[in-house]
Structures are given as structure tokens and as C-alpha cells.
């Protein structure tokens, strides 16, 4: 059975105060959940603190970048062993606005994905198309080179163990959600993909997230399908209701 996962990604809003009173409230109302994992993705250098404040629960810590090297004359990068040390342990990597806003292709997606691995880090290694993509019909096209080139430099076993978010550009901030079938169809693609790539088996173990404009009244339809095994959430994620109406609908009406 695959073990449904909710992100919270923060991107760069929130102050120190803020990012800790959310955590603290998210904490307080969701931080025991044994059915399914949640994660919060705030901006590096808040990273230590809330990982702090989230200790003595099972809320875990993601950054949302690295680079792929250990270390190194790389100004302004944060390297996974640095993520690790300040509590995290999950990365986000390739997410659209990185790809589309900084340059991150398809190959640096793969590298990173393996230096991640190799730090004890679980990557969240996020693939999408864009409108102009969907609307030309090749939606499965654009989101299986980016699928081959994120798991290629890793072996089958790992690849079991990462996840897979799989992030329509054209629904991202914009309140326009895939409708679960369109997202269905495009995670039974990915794993059908997966399975060509590895085996049958490994690929039934691979978690795919399904992200964009995930709100608390369309988590329950989207986790009803079958290959949609958690959401990364960005705007809903940033006020503690709304986060925690999608943690309890994706997980279930387990509290504290
Ligand atoms: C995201 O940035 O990963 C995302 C899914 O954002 P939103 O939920 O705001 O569409």
C-alpha cells in the first residue's frame, strides 16, 4: 500500500513569525497523522526553526531546492547535506516555476534527484505541461521525457522511494484545478511509464502527488482516484485551515 503524502509548498511568502505560528497551529491540530505523511516546504533559511517547532511531531521538513553538488564555490546554492543538517528531509525538485523562472532543465532535474538520494534526502521530483503543451495535445509527451529524465541516474530500488508530483502548469496558482479524471489519466500514464522503465512492481510503490490549486473542497474527489496518492499544495497551504481541511480530507478524520 502506498502511503498518501501532503506538501505544503510556501515558495517565498511568509516572515519567520508567521512561518512558525503556521507550523505551530498545523502541528497542533495535524501533527499525529499515522495514516499518511505531512510536509511543509518553507523558504531556506526558515528551514532549521520550523524543523525545530516540528520536532516532537510526525510533520516533516522539505526545502524546496538543491543543488546537486556536496559542496563548492557555488554562491547563493544550498547543498543537500546543508538541507539535511538544518532538519529537512525532503527536496522539492524541478518545480515549474524553477524550470520556467531559473532555468532548471530536464537533465539537472535528474542530477539533483540523484545527489539528494545519495544525501539521505527524498526528492519530490515535480513534472508538468504547460497550456500551450496540453492544448497541442501533448500533455503525455512533454510529462514522460521529463518522468524519463528525473529517474534515469536512478536504479529501479531508488526509484521506488522518491516521489513523483506530477503538476500541470496551466492549473499552478492560477484556481484552475485538473479535474480528477484529467489528473487520473495523466498518473496512470506516469505509472504505466514507470512500470515500462523499472517493473510493474516498482512502479506500484512510487507516490504520485498531484498539484495544483488543491483546495479543502477538491481533495477528497482528486484522492478518490486511484493513482493520486497525495497532493503538493501551494497557495492553500499557506493559511492553517485551509491546509489542515486538506491534511484531514486527503488522511482521513484521524487528530490528536
Ligand atoms: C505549487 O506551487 O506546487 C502549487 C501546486 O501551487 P497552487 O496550489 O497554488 O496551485
Keep these: 500500500m502506498r502511503r498518501p503524502v501532503i506538501a505544503g509548498n510556501w515558495k517565498m511568502h511568509l516572515s519567520l513569525a508567521e512561518g512558525l505560528a503556521l507550523a505551530t497551529e498545523i502541528r497542533n491540530r495535524c501533527g499525529r497523522f499515522r495514516t499518511g505523511e505531512v510536509v511543509l516546504a518553507p523558504v531556506a533559511v526558515q528551514i532549521h526553526p520550523i524543523a525545530q517547532r516540528l520536532a516532537d511531531s510526525n510533520i516533516a521538513v522539505a526545502a524546496q531546492n538543491c543543488h546537486a553538488a556536496a559542496k563548492g564555490a ?19 525538485i524541478g518545480h ?27 526528492p519530490i521530483l515535480c513534472i ?21 529524465a528525473a529517474i534515469a541516474p536512478l536504479s529501479p530500488e ?39 522503465k523499472t517493473s510493474p512492481a516498482v512502479a506500484e510503490r512510487v507516490r ?20 493520486i496518492d497525495g497532493a503538493l499544495v501551494g497557495g492553500a497551504s499557506l493559511e492553517a485551515q485551509s491546509f489542515i481541511q486538506i491534511v484531514t480530507g486527503a488522511l482521513g478524520a484521524e487528530s490528536n
Design 74 to 92: 557555488f554562491t547563493g546554492e544550498l547543498s543537500p547535506t546543508q538541507i539535511l543538517d538544518a532538519g529537512a528531509t525532503y527536496v522539492i
Design 96 to 122: 515549474s516555476e524553477r524550470r520556467q523562472f531559473f532555468g532548471e532543465t530536464d537533465e539537472g532535474v535528474g542530477k539533483k534527484g540523484r545527489s539528494a538520494l545519495d544525501h539521505g534526502l527524498i
Design 128 to 148: 508538468g505541461e504547460t497550456l500551450a503543451e496540453r492544448e497541442a495535445g501533448r500533455t503525455l509527451e512533454v510529462v514522460c521525457r521529463q518522468l524519463d
Design 158 to 196: 531508488e526509484v521506488a522511494g522518491v516521489i513523483i508530483a506530477y503538476e500541470p502548469v496551466w492549473a499552478i496558482g492560477t484556481g484552475r484545478t485538473a479535474t480528477p479524471n484529467q489528473a487520473q489519466e495523466v498518473h496512470a500514464a506516469i505509472r504505466r511509464r514507470l512500470a515500462e
Design 208 to 227: 504520485l502527488q498531484y498539484g495544483g490549486s488543491v483546495k479543502p473542497d477538491n481533495i477528497a474527489a482528486l484522492m478518490a482516484e486511484p493513482d
